[in-house]
């Protein structure tokens, strides 16, 4: 199928009970696969592949939803949106971001309006992959990284979405970065960021969904990021520990808050000492080397 026939199913979600934690439905359609969430009027409006049964989908979704943010009754109305309308809609919203005293992070049509000699500027249009500048989880993971990265180091990037987390680890020193992400679309997408940032040299695209023994496989590496589910992180930690390095380091994100203490204690029984949190809303990113 071309793009110009490929058409995306349109969710459109809300909550009157939802209040503050109304939010939390743009992460529960997130964690449903949608290619990207906006609010518009009190509904979250979300974009999926088409799936092979509409109303089927719709249940699932609503069953979701209830179970992911214990909000009660969710709205669902659904629609379909042609691709190419689909990635003007995705456009909206989006534009320059200093996500630390020098990290910057922009789309190709909003340049930031002031950059200092020292910033590190990120290009990025994120088109069908997640993994923007106006997510918590990869703020936080961007955050972590500032400061952290070691000049030539080895670095994976496991569910690596738009590929911004790599580009960040390439711009901040590490010489080399698997980017690992299942999604041949992301991938797409993933590949053209990086080549607008010049680190196709230092970051290579793999499409894959990671296993533990696929980890394990790339050893040994400096430094892991996996901005993933908490409920997909949880079987990958022996090949997190068993890719890494003596001392390495280690970020989880895509976590919640009340997920925080079980993914924390996980990442404890296999070896890794906790070092930093980063809060950013509803979401936690935990920094993590592993013991000498």
Known sequence: MTPSERRWLELRVSSPS???????????LLSLGARGV???????VSYFDEPDDVAAFVELAVSHLEEETALSPIRVEHGWQAHE????????????????DRIVVHPSWAPPEEVHIDDIVIRLDPGMAFGTAEHG?????????????????????????????????????ALSIIAIEGDGYACEAMQENIEANG????????????????LAARRPVDGI?????????????DGFRRALTPGGWLILSGIL?????????????????FVQLD??????????????
Do not use: M
């Open 225 to 237: 990021i996996a901005n993933i589910e908490a409920g997909l992180l949880a079987p990958l930690h």
């Open 18 to 28: 939802g209040g503050d934690r109304a939010e939390l439905l743009a992460d529960g």
């Open 137 to 173: 989880t990869t703020r936080g993971c961007l955050r972590l990284l500032d400061g952290l990265v070691a000049e030539g180091s080895c670095v994976l990037d496991v569910g690596a979405g738009s590929g911004i987390l790599s580009i960040a680890a390439a711009r901040l020193g």
């Open 279 to 292: 809060e950013d809303g509803v979401w936690r990113s935990g920094l993590f080397r592993l013991a000498v």
């Open 199 to 214: 680190v196709e040299g230092i970051v290579s695209v793999e499409e894959a969904w990671a296993t533990a023994d696929s």
């Open 85 to 100: 309308a689909w990635e003007e809609t995705w456009k909206r919203g989006l534009g320059p971001r200093r996500i630390t």
């Open 257 to 273: 808050d009340h997920e925080w203490t079980e993914s924390s204690q996980r990442a404890e029984s296999h070896g890794f000492v």
């Open 38 to 44: 906006e609010e518009r009027g009190g509904w979250y």
